[in-house]
């Protein structure tokens, strides 16, 4: 039942103030559920039914808090700046933090639908409430007509018929004319509210449903499932956590002596983190009192890293509302006071401690499963992890599908190979690159072979010729017909340098026979001992530092 004693409802504010305050301050329709779903949290409301029909343009939010007498609506929901903490206050009856400071996050309800409709009663009342037309609130601004002079609009229940039913108590929001706000799909709205409440982790007895469906950690489950790593801040206790059941190691932990909480995760590809048919993400976001208060907190201290695009997260700073007068949130809610002390605080952590332990571990971590690292972290070369990426590729030709009967123990057999492969990979490369630029070198300045290299070159064609012709293969399988390709680093370095000994220095050749053994064990994909790699390593940086002086300047007999 309507109560009709008091029907005159008016803002208690310049309706020109209110205009700028309410329907140009909110831009994201999230940000106005918020508004709602804040405002039910603070009349202590157990749950909040969000009901969205696309076809009818039209949406609802009703709450079961402690709703409003006529004299709370007007007093209180109608005045604007009226905040619940102005007498000191700063928890419900059930002791949860007020959400609402400043008095105008109410006005967000103003800039997402055509007509909006309030009806609200306490356990002991009718119902009480008013109409806000837009287009009517547009011609009194335009007419600059006083509060007094635009009273809201009288209302029709009938709008409310099945939303009444069974309702005790609390606050329905009816909006009508809002199709723009309403054009994403109902799955992305859910999988938003689930990204930006965490109302459960103050009061578990608080729920949100959008049409009639719970919204929980199961809309944003494709999001936890593709979660690789986790690192928790001090005491993380959060409900997304025990859901992340595809994890590749155990969480890591994080400390600081600020009063956070939370985590910071990584996904397998960034593609992961995309919301599915929208443009937006998930990012890290700083939550107060379990509500989202500024979104993508990284914008603030971009670093430029690859690590960014995989890694979101949820931090929890609750201290930052301090109940003081000064608010640190903007008055769109939407974002932080850049300015605000504790949120500096944060900023300076997240740059200089957590995010660089959280960028080194996470580039150790997939390069121990294999997967593209941080190519700035100095941890390997540029060309030790394109070896690994080619591995990595490589490997995914021969991984057996799933459910294979040999599956676990070939993908054993793979990790096993993938440093040898990325030694391999990188050691052939420089053989190729040093043996074969040494020849380019013999053949643009046409030096001179020795008859006894002339003579292997013919003994290698002989052999060659022979296989080929039990191979049944008539074609040419070299491109080069000079025949240096059958040469090895000894040969082609004694041609280069024209001698075993160059200006009774050690020379490239005497390198070159330290080289030949292990280098023939990379040629034929064998494996190397540790030793054996060692001992590669520091020859091959005498043979690369002595072929490019060597190419650098021509021969001396050259004109």
């Known amino acids: 039942m309507l109560d009709q004693d008091k029907e005159n409802f008016r803002f208690e504010i310049s309706l020109s103030v209110l205009n700028h305050l309410g329907r140009n301050l909110y831009r994201n329709f999230i940000t106005v559920l918020g508004e709602a779903i804040s405002n039910a949290w603070d009349a202590d409301a157990k749950n909040v039914w969000i009901d969205i029909n696309r076809e009818t343009s039209h949406f609802s939010i009703k709450d079961d808090g402690i709703g409003m007498s006529a004299e709370d609506f007007q007093t209180k929901f109608l005045k604007i700046g009226y905040s619940k903490r102005s007498d000191g206050a700063t928890q419900t009856n059930r002791k949860r933090p007020y959400i609402g400071a400043k008095g105008i996050g109410k006005l967000a309800l103003l800039s997402c639908a055509k007509r909006i409709s309030i009806i609200s009663k306490k356990d002991d009342t009718d119902y009480v409430g008013g109409v806000i037309d837009n287009s009517g609130l547009d011609k009194a601004i335009t007419q600059d007509l006083t509060p007094e002079q635009y009273p809201l609009e009288a209302l029709d229940l009938g709008l409310f018929k099945n939303l009444t039913r069974d309702h005790r108590h609390g606050t329905i929001i009816f909006f009508e004319g809002a199709k723009e706000q309403i054009k994403n799909s109902v799955a992305h709205i859910r999988k938003m509210i689930a990204l930006s409440f965490k109302f459960a982790l103050i009061d578990k007895e608080f729920s949100i449903f959008v049409n009639d469906k719970e919204v929980t950690f199961k809309d944003i489950q494709d999001v936890l499932d593709a979660t690789e790593f986790t690192w928790l801040i001090n005491e993380a206790d959060d409900l997304f956590l025990p859901e992340m059941k595809k994890l590749k190691a155990s969480p890591k932990r994080l400390t600081t002596t600020l009063s956070l909480t939370g985590f910071i995760a990584s996904v397998e590809k960034p593609k992961n983190l995309k919301i599915t048919g929208t443009d937006e993400r998930a990012t890290i976001d700083l939550f107060v009192n379990g509500r989202l208060r500024e979104k993508n907190i990284l914008r603030h201290i971009p670093s430029q890293r690859v690590v960014e695009s995989y890694i979101y997260g949820q931090i929890h700073f609750d201290a930052m509302d301090t109940g003081a007068t000064i608010d640190p949130f903007t008055s769109s809610r939407e974002g932080v006071v850049e300015d605000d002390r504790n949120f500096a605080a944060l900023l300076e952590y997240l740059k200089h401690d957590a995010l660089p332990a959280i960028f080194d571990q996470w580039d150790d971590l997939r390069l121990g499963r294999g997967e593209e690292g941080d190519e700035d972290n100095p941890r390997k070369t540029k060309k030790q ?28 057999w793979l990790d096993y190979l993938r440093s040898d492969a990325e030694y391999n990979i990188t050691s052939y490369v420089d053989c190729f690159l040093s043996e074969n630029l040494l020849r380019e070198y013999i053949r643009t300045y046409k030096l001179p072979l020795t008859s006894g290299i002339s003579k292997e070159i013919s003994e290698w064609q002989g052999r060659e010729a022979i296989n080929l012709g039990a191979a049944n293969i008539s074609y040419a399988v070299r491109r080069d017909s000079d025949g240096l390709t059958y040469l090895g680093m000894d040969a082609l370095a004694v041609t280069v340098e024209g001698s075993k000994i160059a200006n009774g220095n050690q020379s490239l050749w005497t390198d070159a026979i330290q080289f030949k053994p292990v280098r023939n064990v990379v040629g034929h994909t064998g494996l190397l001992t540790k030793n054996a790699k060692t001992g590669l390593t520091l020859t091959f940086e005498n043979i690369k530092s002595r072929v490019r002086t060597l190419i650098s300047s021509k021969p001396k007999s050259s004109p």
């Open 385 to 412: 992890r394109r070896a690994r990426d080619l591995y990595a590729a490589a490997r995914e030709e021969y991984e057996p599908d799933e459910g294979t009967e040999n599956k676990d123990e070939v993908d054993n």
